[in-house]
């Protein structure tokens, strides 16, 4: 009897183990050596129910984790998942935000990118990243030729759709926490849809615009149906104007 349950009890802690968990940190140059328009590392293969965390380190840094295409390196794919901005100060040191994203298909390639355009498109400067990606053929690196040979008048990818979950790979919580001066903004929330900008006082999800529709889907990044996404991108144009020159 006791020797049942203790085996009942080994192989509940070794499901638990089984879980396997990778870190990718945000916003760091390999090795932790500063801020950079990088994802590190910058591809990572993940069977079925591992968990990636993202890890917004980098300082000051302001990114997302927003899924895209092979074809189309720099634009949220329709339905795809997308962290919203993470904006960490110059000279943070702990507090840094994660995001917890759960392989649910270990089948196919996941791609993401960074959808900042302040100072540049960050996806343009290589912030780019894989999951599960193939050796041959629609390899990362031909994604990240891809996405550095997008001219920069032609980037659309900065209004995304805030989501937790996209084909391949979901969430169940929003990124965070968002503590001392790190914010957030456009960041999806659990009810699904709405989006928000959240600081220390609000949590990890701010003042939502949505009433918990599902993210509708988007191409391009240009989103005619969601009313959040259209105000992210009427703020996304007045930073740029704004020039505020935020890695
Ligand atoms: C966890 O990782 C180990 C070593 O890479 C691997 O053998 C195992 O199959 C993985 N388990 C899961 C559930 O992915
Ligand atoms: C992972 O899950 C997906 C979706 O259910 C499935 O198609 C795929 O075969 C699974 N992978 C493995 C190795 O079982
Ligand atoms: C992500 O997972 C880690 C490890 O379990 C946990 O400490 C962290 O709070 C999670 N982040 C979020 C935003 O849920
Ligand atoms: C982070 O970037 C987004 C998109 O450019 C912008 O709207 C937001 O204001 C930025 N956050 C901060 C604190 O600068
Ligand atoms: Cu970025």
Same mark, same amino acid.
């Given at each position: 009897m006791r020797y049942s349950a203790a085996l009942a009890a080994l192989a509940m802690a070794s499901l638990a183990s089984a879980q396997n968990a990778t870190t990718v940190v945000v916003? =760091? !140059?390999?090795?932790?050596?500063?801020?950079? =328009? !990088?994802?590190?590392?910058p591809t990572v293969k993940a069977a079925n129910g591992t968990v990636i965390t993202f890890e917004f380190r980098g300082a000051p840094g302001n990114h997302t984790v927003t899924q895209s295409t092979f074809a189309n390196p720099c634009a949220q794919m329709a339905g795809g998942f997308d962290s919203g901005y993470i904006q960490i100060p110059a000279g943070t040191t702990e507090g840094f935000p994660t995001w917890n994203l759960t392989i649910t298909d270990d089948s196919k390639p996941i791609w993401y990118y960074c959808a900042q355009t302040v100072p540049s498109p960050h996806c343009i400067g290589g912030m780019v990243g894989g999951i599960n990606t193939p050796d041959t053929g629609n390899t990362y690196e031909n994604f990240l030729a891809a996405a550095k040979a997008i001219p920069p008048a032609s980037?659309?990818?900065?209004?995304t759709a805030p989501a937790l979950t996209g084909p391949g790979a979901s969430a169940t919580a929003a990124p965070g926490p968002f503590s001392g001066s790190i914010t957030g903004f456009a960041i999806p929330t659990e009810a699904g849809g709405a989006s928000g900008s959240a600081s220390a006082s609000g949590g990890a999800s701010g003042t939502g615009s949505g009433s918990g529709a599902p993210a509708p889907s988007t191409t391009?990044?240009?989103?005619?149906?969601?009313m959040s996404a259209a105000a992210n991108g009427a703020v996304v144009l007045l930073s740029m104007v704004a020039g505020a020159a935020l890695l």
């Open positions: 916003g =760091l !140059a390999p090795g932790g050596a500063g801020p950079a =328009l !990088a994802f590190d590392p980037f659309s990818g900065s209004a391009g990044g240009n989103n005619n149906g969601a």
